[in-house]
């Protein structure tokens, strides 16, 4: 039994609102199609952010490609702020009215993913990130989650699907219950050491029976030279400050020589734990907080209609284009894209929308992985949370 949508019921309109389909029989009644220009923009961003990461593109574009229809937008992976028009549409609406659900759909999980992600790598910096959302979510979005976050910047993912989905290899440790049924940390560490394979880094759990430190410690003594890092997973009831936790842990560590260990912490952790956590610690597991990001509140909004602008109330009329300067960052939205913008820095802002279907057909080939994704880690690069 399967209840999730299939790939042909999203591109063909079966997973819209049934208000589409109620507008497309009163029109179609109504002998009106008119030319329309729409924009996908979100008018705030969730929590106050001050920027988000647009993500979700290449999927929406299967969706819009083949319908008779010209689209821009931005850039995969590219930063945006709240009130641009991150993707604009123009065409008859009857014939892409019906897929305003699926495409808001792709664009606001994805890009609310991708956001958290930057996001928490933004203030981690050169601090490992893996992304442990699966078991958050229903399986079947396993892989989705995985690739905003991917896209967005964290460095890996625990789950072997979304591993060979992205093209690298899963990471983990050790699930507590190894350490359960062995009955002791250092005894599991040694068991760890024995059966995998040496290229899987030696990462060990440090909070299943006794205090983090002593644990650090006596791991790092058995697995001399090999182990790598231990895990913090404290439960929130025995964890009081965690960084403290951690920050004992270094020290301790170092006291005992052991720097070259490091420090992987875990559990319920978002952008803001990452801002305490970072002087100790060297890598993340992020879960609950990439899986169940915010999503981004991403409308779909008529501007033009038969060349004429109009607006609902709330919105700007007329189509819109993003500048952007390369050197110092501003932007600027302006009506018409012939006019050269200047930025107050002195430099001349360029438009950072692109045609990315003209007439239905796709214009250029879709990025790769790696392209999207060093997009997100240059441009906030200079931005901070
Ligand atoms: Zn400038």
């Known amino acids: 039994m399967q209840f999730h949508a299939t790939y042909d019921e999203i591109i063909t309109g079966k997973t819209t609102d049934i208000y589409f389909q109620r507008a497309e029989e009163i029109l179609k009644s109504e002998k009106k199609n008119p030319e329309v220009v729409v924009e996908v923009w979100a008018k705030h961003l969730p929590e106050n952010y001050k920027w988000a990461i647009f993500t979700g593109l290449e999927e929406a ?3 819009l490609s083949g ?8 850039p995969e992976g590219s930063v945006f702020y709240a009130k641009e028009p991150v993707l604009t549409v123009k065409g008859k609406y009857l014939t892409f009215a019906s897929l305003e659900t699926s495409l808001l759909g792709y664009l606001c ?3 609310g993913i991708s956001t958290k992600a930057a996001r928490c790598k933004v203030v981690a910096k050169d601090k490992t990130i893996l992304s442990f959302g699966a078991r958050r979510m229903h399986p079947c979005i ?8 991917y896209l967005g910047g964290i460095d890996g993912v625990s789950s072997t699907l979304s591993g060979e989905k992205l093209n690298i290899i899963p990471q983990g440790t050790i ?7 062995l009955d002791d940390t250092k005894k599991a560490a040694i068991a760890f050491d024995r059966s995998i394979p040496k290229e899987v880094p030696r990462i060990i759990l440090v909070d299943t029976f006794r205090d983090e430190k002593v644990e650090a410690l006596r791991v790092a003594k058995a697995l001399r030279g090999k182990l790598n890092a231990v895990r913090i997973d404290t439960p929130a009831s025995r964890r009081g400050d965690l960084s403290l936790i951690a920050r004992e842990i270094r020290e301790e560590l170092d006291l005992n020589n052991f720097n070259d260990v490091g420090i992987f912490a875990s559990g319920g952790l978002d952008e803001k734990d990452i801002a305490g956590l970072n002087p100790w610690v060297n890598g993340y597991g992020i879960g609950t907080s990439l899986s169940n990001a915010p999503t981004i509140n991403f409308s779909l909004d008529i501007v033009e209609i038969e060349n004429k602008p109009v607006a609902k109330k709330g919105k700007t009329a007329g189509m819109k284009w993003v500048f952007g300067c ?3 960052g501003k932007r600027k939205i302006a009506f018409s894209k012939d ?9 001349s802002m360029a438009i950072l929308t692109k045609k990315v279907i003209e007439k239905g057909k796709l214009a250029g080939t879709p990025e790769t992985i790696d392209n999207i994704r060093n997009r997100v880690l240059t441009e ?3 931005l901070n949370v």
């Open 142 to 149: 396993t892989p989705i989650i995985d690739r905003y976050a």
């Open 61 to 63: 574009l299967q969706l």
């Open 380 to 382: 906030v690069k200079y």
């Open 339 to 347: 006019t050269i913008q200047k930025c107050e820095c002195g430099n």
């Open 109 to 111: 999980e994805a890009s």
């Open 67 to 74: 319908k008779n229809i010209d689209v821009w937008a931005f």
């Open 326 to 328: 390369e050197r110092c």
């Open 175 to 181: 699930p507590h219950s190894v350490i359960l049924i």
